[in-house]
């Protein structure tokens, strides 16, 4: 197929696929863009730095400020330290075994260490003759891997050892990230090859670290006092700053998943406004029906959870579209983070499944329904855009990401188990807390 081919195939799909068209040189003898587009390239810089400020600092705030003071900095450090060691995996092995040509289901190794890209090596953009240069293509997509292993420590915070977090990390993000973000996002993907939807990572970031998240508080166990005594945040005020600085991260990693500053990114920059808004109104509203009061936690949790259901239809839903997936998931994860969380029998702790996972499971399958342009989204029905047939490319996506990562995430609690002594700290430690014994510091001087 010739690069102009590859081109018109992929603008009918996702943006972001487009950049793996920079490794045709290597696998298929056509030509890479051959200009660098200075407006995208800043562009997408600006939305590399934001998703950066999502992880570091407002992950970090938004999950310190949830926790009992005395693990404050235990949890802040987990953040920083998974984020900054996916980044140097994506780095070593991670971006060519994801983006590199391979299997329908995991890519190839010829990119290792970045191994024969330069200053001049260009990925594509939706633009034929166009791309980006391909060093910013690999930090924008290494802080998408971080962020999302950062967000799995949400699950096992308070009781967790750090060696077995990082252990546990590692073999998650080789076993199951890497095959995931290819299936979905390389241009021999089996998702991508479907037609599966998810313009800047709903099964890849979200469905995958709630699925990670809650196998892993299945196995860690949980914390001492857990539906005896009360774990309440300790810091809301931290939590809800962190909120605001993960809506305002977000627009970089939806809209800088168009690669491009065009009418595409426009659109997911407005549905990244939209959705995360309806979806506070559908939180609160739900909470206050169901408890009598508003709480500033369950806000600062709506706009997370609105955020996580526009990921995979910020650039192919309509503005209407993304206002009705917001107050419908908003609603719905209120019943995720308290019904389905006492039927799973897990204390994950910050509720990364009942957010990222069942808001990830509605956005996915959302998607397939208002991409269509009869429900106001971009897909010509006409053109033979089938709702019920995306519907089920989409729940397969979801089913494929819930039974992979699952099982990922067993084995890696098991190897981690045995490896490391145990995946958590012993009783005495999480009585003290873990800021003293696993740091020997406090986040607080009394």
Known sequence: MSYSNQCSRLRRRTPLLLAALALL????????PAVAEKGDTAWMLTSTLLVLLMAVPGLAMFYGGMVRAKNTLSVMVQVAMVFSLLVLLWIAYGYSVAFSAGSPWIGGTDRLLLRGIGV????????????????????FQATFAGITGALVVGAWVERAKLSAVLLFIVIWFSLGYLPLAHMVWASDGFLFKLGALDFAGGTVVHINAGVAGLVGAWCVGKRLGYGQTAIAPH???????????????????????????????????????LAPAAAVLGWTLTEKRMRGKAS???????????????????????????????????????????????????????????????????????????????????????AGYSIVAQLGVQALGVAITLAWIGLVSLLACTISARACGGLRVDEDAEREGLDIAEHGETAYQS
């Open 25 to 32: 040189p290597a696998h298929a003898g056509a030509a890479v």
């Open 235 to 273: 810091n809301l005020a931290m939590t809800f700053a962190g909120a605001a600085l993960l809506w305002a991260g977000w627009f970089g990693f939806n809209a800088g998943s168009a690669l491009e500053a065009n009418a595409s990114a426009a659109l997911a920059f407005l549905n990244t406004l």
């Open 120 to 139: 001049d090596s260009l990925a594509a953009t939706p633009t034929p003759g166009i791309g980006v240069p391909e060093y910013l293509f690999i930090a």
């Open 296 to 382: 500033a936690l369950g806000v600062a949790s709506g706009m997370v959870a609105g955020l996580v259901a526009i990921t995979p239809a910020c650039g192919t839903v309509g503005p209407a579209g993304a206002i009705v997936m917001g107050l419908v998931t908003g609603a719905a994860c209120v019943w995720g983070v308290n019904g389905l969380k006492r039927c799973l029998r897990a204390d994950d702790s910050l509720d990364v499944f009942g957010v990222h996972g069942l808001g990830g499971i509605l956005g996915a399958l959302l998607t397939g329904v208002f991409s269509a342009d009869s429900m106001g989204g971009t897909k010509s029905v006409a």
